[in-house]
């Protein structure tokens, strides 16, 4: 461990030089700038500017790449809370709460709890890295496919199980969603499936427009028929608010102990930062005593979901760099970047490449505390949006909006399936459908459909391969916990009333 | 100068046409154009056409901008169903493997092997069999030795179903008469990492897929499905180097050579002149020392194939394709 610390400190040697802090504003600014705009994203982010990195050295490389990757994340909240379209996946969960609480005129507050938390998440990762790094990348290795079913259902239990909505319509936006997320080819039986042989199908339906039709268009419809004025969103320019979030920020100091927790251990194992930000907004719901508010603009809904997402963010690095496995979309993008800049991601990275391991782990503390400072710099700038005229800035967000689910894959047709998304989106929110069941199902489906069928084929076919050792076995029995929960629950409730109703008086008149 | 005859040569065969040696060339790009790549981003196609991208910008052989997409849906699917409607269109580059004809056997997808118009193979990328650092086996022989023992028992990684890693799977199975238990991961990088933590007992990967477990003393290679080792190269590991691979037909598993082309495509009916200009700038390309660098690096053999060879080669791994997947039920078309 002191070892590392030295390592580090030779990092922050590497770090530390005007040229590559430079590049960490840079690559925040840009970042916040993709992260804002839905569909573009993390991963096209980082792709357009790979080409430019090929003339750079690796470090500065790679400090620009994931610079942009935390502006990303961060940016990604902004319209999550101020518009209901989330900029990234990982951060749906955001607008649980976020837009609620936008909706109430508490805009700046929002931003403000999502990106400090945010930030701490980061740290907590990164954290974590610098310390553990050995003993980590050995854990990462003990996952094969009955581990990873496992992780992706506990992530589904704690969000599922305690449901908020009716259980059927429930059950109905989990197999919409999940239907959807199998669409496209198949890994394991190499068949297409759900394609109808229309060829744009092959790809599959992508994530992000489901996401900006459901959530962006959707709501969009909503308010043209609440009447054509942000319901309460008071644009004023409130710095106060930014203050107080900021003050009360240490009364929520258990979200975020348990965002990071959450996200840290997705980032591992690694299940990823948009499952992550699901399960902590799930365990924050159930067990924080501000439970019974959430959905409805409560600080902790923001806060939970974002710790997780960054915490998740950054600690999937470390997979990256010392296995090759990339936790997400962008780290796999980045991964390209490795081999191009002529590095072989492994464990001997960490023991040849000193310099540009630690370097980029160094760059990942300035680069997120120079994040914050510039995400935070501009939440004047995105609350005033809000106090624009409904009859600019709707038509500025179905642009923006149709201009994203374009660019996800350059492909005219995904304009189409936006438009229908929405006009599902706004049925389903009208009908009482939770939007939420659908999209994990959509995110992590597919994976564990995956996992499952290969754990299946490793075992013939028996169930106790959930349970062939220490590690998956713990994982299954509190991911069944989690899912009889409410189960049990419900009975211990029915029980208690009972015996209460036995025990108390008859009423009058009873 | 040196350079000089051998690019007539390639011309030559591209084109069957003499073109006036020091002439401007008869077509070249006049917008921004597109490589389309038909693997996710970070894999090995991706890491092809990048290479090939970078070599390209670096000493501007191209004089418009290039733009690099990823359309891997669907094993590459989505890429070669893109390129085939971009008919006519010289300003779109298709980078692929064998997956341009093997495809469309196994799967039902809109394109036919020879709708696309080939340009050149660059590379060959080797297939090794890895095992796990302690793993029981040191050699081919010896796994082998276990899989009969136990048929059915030893698990093979791949990735994807149906691709290049079950075909050799097949291949291996058929050579040796014995059987593994084949489970589909999705790409290289994975099976990988699963085959270092001890879930699986072997796997087919490419050198570069498994170069940083070797290393690091994860896995290591027991053969490779080559006619002979590979060339001498630098030390991969403190002792050893890609040459110290033995071949797997040495070890008793009589599957004598399997290696993946690198292709380079264009979409149908483009003019000759388009295919032969991107056929000498992948020429080009292939003497930069970026592309030699690549090679090196991936212990991939180089190569640059003129588009009627390549033709031969699909068309004759079509057919030996179609009589291998017959009998295992995996044709479609």
């Known amino acids: 461990m002191l070892s590392n610390l030295d390592a580090l400190m030779h990092g922050f040697s590497v770090a530390l030089t005007a040229h590559h802090l430079l590049l960490m504003v840079a690559g925040v600014l840009l970042g916040i700038l993709v992260g804002v705009l839905p569909g573009l994203g993390a991963p096209n982010g980082v792709t357009l500017l790979l080409p430019l990195t090929f003339s750079m050295d690796p470090v500065s490389a790679i400090i620009l790449l994931t610079s942009l990757y935390w502006g990303a994340l961060f940016g990604g909240s902004t319209t999550s809370i101020l518009f209901n379209i989330p900029g990234e996946p990982s951060s749906v969960a955001t607008t649980f709460d976020g837009y609620p609480m936008a909706r109430q005129g508490r805009a700046s507050e929002a931003l403000t709890y999502a990106f400090v938390s945010a930030g701490i998440g980061a740290l907590v990762g990164i954290v974590v890295i610098t310390l553990l790094s050995s003993a980590v990348a050995s854990f990462a290795l003990r996952f094969g496919p009955p581990e990873y079913f496992a992780v992706y259902l506990l992530a589904f239990a704690s969000f599922i199980a305690f449901g908020g909505g009716a259980p059927l319509k429930t059950i109905v936006s989990l197999a919409l969603g999940f239907g959807f997320g199998m669409m496209g080819m198949d890994t394991v039986s190499g068949s297409m499936r759900l394609t109808f042989d229309i060829p744009e199908l092959i790809r599959g339906i992508s994530f992000l427009v489901v996401v900006i039709g459901l959530f962006g268009l959707g709501e969009l419809l909503l308010t043209i028929e609440e009447g054509p004025e942000f319901k309460g969103a008071s644009g004023r320019l409130d710095p106060r608010g930014m203050l107080r979030a900021l003050a009360s920020m240490p009364r929520y100091w258990v979200a975020v102990l348990r965002g990071s927790a959450v996200g840290v251990w997705m980032g591992i194992t690694p299940g990823g930062p948009t499952a992550a930000s699901f399960m902590s907004y799930g365990l924050a719901r159930r067990t924080s005593r501000n439970g019974v508010r959430f959905g409805q603009g409560e600080p902790e809904g923001v806060i939970a979901p974002e710790t997780a997402d960054h915490a998740a963010g950054t600690s999937a690095m470390l997979p990256m760099l010392s296995l090759g496995i990339p936790g997400s979309a962008t780290s796999a993008v980045m991964l390209g970047g490795l081999m191009i800049w002529g590095l072989n991601p492994g464990p001997m990275l960490f023991i040849e490449q000193r310099d540009f391991v630690w370097g980029m782990i160094a760059s990942m503390y300035l680069g997120n505390v120079i994040g914050v400072i510039l995400a935070l710099a501009t939440v004047p700038l995105f609350a005033a949006m809000l106090s624009v005229s409904f009859s600019i800035i709707g038509p500025v967000i179905v642009t923006v909006c149709l201009v994203g689910a374009y660019t996800v894959a350059g492909a005219p047709f995904d304009l189409w399936l936006a438009v229908a998304f929405g006009v599902a989106g706004y049925l389903m929110k009208k009908l009482d459908y939770p939007l939420a069941p659908l999209v994990l199902a959509m995110v992590i489906g597919d994976k564990a459909e995956d996992a499952f069928r290969q754990s299946m084929l490793m075992s013939s076919g028996s169930l106790g391969v959930l349970w062939s050792n220490p590690l998956v076995g713990t994982l299954s029995t509190i991911a069944a916990l989690f899912l009889l929960w409410p189960l049990a629950s419900a009975l211990l409730g029915w029980r208690r009333t009972s015996k209460a109703m036995r025990l108390a008086p008859p009423e009058p008149g009873a | ?333």
Not at chain 2, 135 to 141: L, N, V, W, Y
Not at chain 2, 191 to 205: E, F, P, R
Not at chain 2, 311 to 318: L, T
């Open chain 2, 1 to 333: 100068m040196r350079m000089f005859p051998k690019a007539a040569a390639v011309i030559g065969t591209a084109l069957s046409v003499a073109l006036p040696a020091a002439a401007q060339p008869a077509w070249q790009p006049t917008r921004p154009v597109e490589f389309v790549v038909t693997s996710g981003a970070g894999g090995g196609t991706d890491l092809f056409a990048r290479t090939v991208q970078a070599a390209i910008t670096r000493h501007n052989l191209v004089p418009t901008s290039i733009v690099v997409t990823n359309k891997g849906a669907g094993s590459g699917a989505e890429g070669f169903v893109y390129g085939r409607g971009a008919q006519g269109d010289p300003h779109k580059v298709i980078f692929g493997t064998n997956n341009e004809w093997l495809l469309p056997l196994v799967a039902r997808v809109a394109w036919k092997p020879l709708d696309l118009t080939p340009v050149t193979a660059m590379a060959f990328d080797e297939f090794m069999l890895w095992v796990k650092e302690d793993a029981p086996h040191r050699t081919g022989a010896d796994l082998v030795a276990a899989a009969r023992e136990r048929p059915g028992a030893l698990r093979m990684g791949g990735s994807q179903t149906r691709d290049t890693d079950q075909t050799l799977t097949l291949l291996i199975q058929k050579a040796t008469g014995t059987r593994f238990t084949y489970i589909p991961f999705r790409g290289g990088g994975e099976v990988g990492v699963q085959l270092a933590g001890g879930h699986i007992d072997a796997n087919t990967n490419n050198p570069s897929e498994s170069v940083g477990g070797w290393r690091g003393g994860q896995v290591r290679p027991v053969c490779v499905f080559r006619r002979e080792p590979l060339p001498v190269g630098p030390r991969v590991t403190e002792t050893q180097s890609w040459s110290d691979v033995p071949t797997c037909a040495s070890q008793g598993i009589a599957v004598e050579e399997f290696r993946m082309p690198r292709t380079v495509f264009l979409p149908p009916t483009v003019p000759p002149a388009a295919q032969a200009y991107w056929t000498d700038v992948m020429r080009r390309v292939s003497e930069t020392p970026e592309w030699k660098d690549y090679i090196q690096r991936t212990a991939q053999s180089a190569a640059l194939l003129a588009p009627a060879e390549m033709r031969e080669m699909m068309e004759r791994e079509e057919r030996s394709a179609r009589e291998l997947y017959g009998p295992e039920g995996w044709l479609v078309n």
